[in-house]
């Protein structure tokens, strides 16, 4: 892997590298555009293009509309998506970026000599550059074009400058598609304009294959690092091993921004149609110690689309976009502060400010949010279904927790609520997202996972309304309750005409010392959660723990914290001191 400098390049043509609003490392903000287009996509000896070529001009011609006219800091396109005849016909019209913009957009692929024409063609707008290649007219590239403003070495001024980036390392996919039709290249361009600023660098798909030790470490810090990609499994060790080399620093100024296409690409090979059933996994990892985990922020962006995941195996939060086509706006923190007071300096992250999808007009259209596809197994829940569903639409983290309180699925941590701790936004070396409350994962174990704990909150649901099976301290909750999660009281998660309450069904995969021992667990943490032994003994009453031994449902020790025969009102059950 060779890396280029920018600058470099840049002067040999007579210009300097520009000052690039999102490279420069000050408080301000940028305004980041991320297309993840729908495909229908067509492989041939000529490379990988749109099959619906008008529809894909219509799309893309409109985002580039957008991302000028929303002065976009940074626009991005995934591997092979732009069509060349979009970007030229842009260009040619003044559709471009302005001064300290930049577009870094995976393209459609070209042959050389159709390269070299277009870059002809357009040398009265703007200044095509690229690496020199020998000639071999019987393959394509797979290029990523870098757009933006360069001031000129001499005389004052711009030029608009189209940078093009190719591929360097093919694909080994089963029919060697690429090894045996991609013309390869072999710089990675790195834009920084002075050693202070952010750097950033851009790999296409099965570049990160070339990524190795070395690379990682020449790199990790203080970088902007850009993962396009056109990948059916995003997700495989093979690509993930380069996030690992780069992660494994855990360097808190660097972050990673992977963008694939949607979800369901089909691929066609002349009249063959090849139908992927791929998940998305378009995401942003990031490591700042200021990172925003607040409800607010996080449900925020869940609403719009961008959904929370702690990669515990590295410790970085990880934003994965809704999988679903679409263009999301955002506002992002810098990857490092260079002169920033303490005070000031808060990298709070990605905050997903717009999504756009495609309308009955043939434009994009801002939405208020995204599906996120709970309702699609929202049944599950049985009669818990209304509940969650309302919950999920004023905080969904609080909803994840609920719904892990009810199934017992928390950690033996007193502080599982935090969105590090919940088992559900926890992910692991493989990516895969069990999230409940964002469901697109298609991943087996993940559906498993969330049709396992709607359904024992259905059950529970249904218990709570057996009076014949509530104990004594929880009497109250015949005459209805409401599932709730505060702060104030994070391990309670109903609340009934006496007040909160802590109720959880663990179903049949439990033995009996396993539910014994996590009732003993959330005792301890109401405990501690009070603050005088009245508190905490009505806390640990209206704690109750159903589960299943042989088909029976049972109540583990009904009266553990229930001793009439010492009349002692710090330790007793007084009814009428708890109503």
Not at 543 to 550: E, H, K, P, Q, S
Request: net charge negative.
């Amino acid at each position: 892997m060779n890396f280029k400098s920018v600058s470099d390049v840049l002067q040999d043509h007579g210009c300097a590298h520009p000052t690039l609003n999102a490279l420069t490392p000050n408080v301000s903000n940028y305004k980041a555009m991320m297309f993840q287009p729908h495909g229908e996509i067509e492989a041939s000896v000529d490379g990988v293009f749109s099959k619906d070529r008008p529809f894909a001009k219509k799309q893309f011609s409109k985002f580039l509309e957008l991302a000028h006219q929303e002065e976009a800091d940074l626009a991005v396109t995934p591997e092979y998506s732009m069509p060349w005849e979009v970007l030229k016909n842009a260009i040619e019209t003044g559709v471009a970026p302005a001064s300290g913009k930049l577009w870094v957009l995976g393209c459609e692929s070209i042959k050389l000599n159709e390269l070299n024409t277009l870059k002809a063609q357009l040398e009265p707008t703007a200044k095509v550059i690229f690496e020199p290649l020998p000639a071999q007219q019987n393959r394509f590239l797979d290029p990523l074009a870098y757009v933006f403003l360069a001031p000129l070495a001499v005389g004052g001024g711009t030029r608009l400058v189209i940078l093009v980036q190719f591929k360097t390392k093919p694909m080994a996919d089963p029919d060697h598609f690429e090894v045996n039709g991609l013309q390869l290249g072999s710089r990675i361009y790195t834009f920084a304009r002075t050693a202070n600023d952010i750097r950033l660098v851009s790999l296409i798909c099965s570049d990160a294959f070339e990524l190795l030790d070395p690379q990682a470490e020449e790199i990790y810090s203080r970088t902007l690092i850009i993962h396009l990609q056109l990948n059916p499994k995003p997700r495989h060790e093979e690509f993930r091993r380069y996030r690992d080399r780069l992660l494994r620093f855990g360097c808190t100024e660097m972050e990673v921004v992977c963008l694939n296409w949607a979800c369901d690409v089909v691929e066609w090979s002349g009249a063959t149609k090849n139908p992927w059933k791929n998940v998305a996994a378009s995401a942003w990892y990031l490591k700042p110690e200021t990172f925003d985990s607040r409800d607010d922020t996080l449900s925020h962006n869940h609403r719009r689309g961008l959904y929370y995941t702690w990669l515990s195996t590295h410790r970085y939060h990880v934003l994965f976009f809704n999988y679903a086509p679409a263009v999301f706006e955002l506002t992002a923190t810098k990857v490092f502060h260079h002169g920033v007071s303490a005070v000031e300096s808060r990298r709070r992250g990605p905050q997903l400010t717009k999504v756009y999808t495609w309308s009955a007009a043939e434009d994009w259209a801002e939405q208020d949010k995204c599906d996120d596809g709970f309702s699609s197994i929202a049944n599950e829940a049985g009669a818990a279904k209304a509940a969650l569903e309302k919950m999920r639409s004023e905080n969904p983290i609080s909803a994840e927790r609920v719904i892990a309180l009810c199934s017992g699925n928390i950690r033996d941590e007193i502080n599982w609520h935090d969105v590090r701790e919940l088992n559900a936004c926890r992910i692991d070396s493989t990516e895969i997202v069990k999230r409940v409350i964002f469901c697109q994962d298609n991943d087996a174990a993940a559906s498993t996972y969330r049709i396992a704990q709607l359904r024992r909150c259905a059950i529970l649901t249904n218990i709570l309304k057996d009076e014949a099976l509530l104990p004594r301290a929880l009497d109250d909750v015949k005459n209805g309750f409401e599932f709730e999660w505060k702060a104030s009281a994070p391990h309670q998660n109903i609340r009934a005409k006496r007040g909160p309450a802590t109720v959880i069904y663990m179903g049949e995969e439990s033995t009996v010392e396993m539910v014994e021992a996590k009732k003993k667990r959330v005792a301890e943490y109401l405990h501690r959660e009070t603050s005088s032994a009245d508190e905490s003994l009505t806390a640990k009453q209206r704690l109750a723990v159903w589960y299943r031994d042989n088909g029976a449902l049972k109540l583990v020790n009904p009266d553990e914290f229930i001793q009439i025969d010492k009349p002692d009102s710090a330790s007793q059950f007084d009814i009428a001191r708890t109503e």
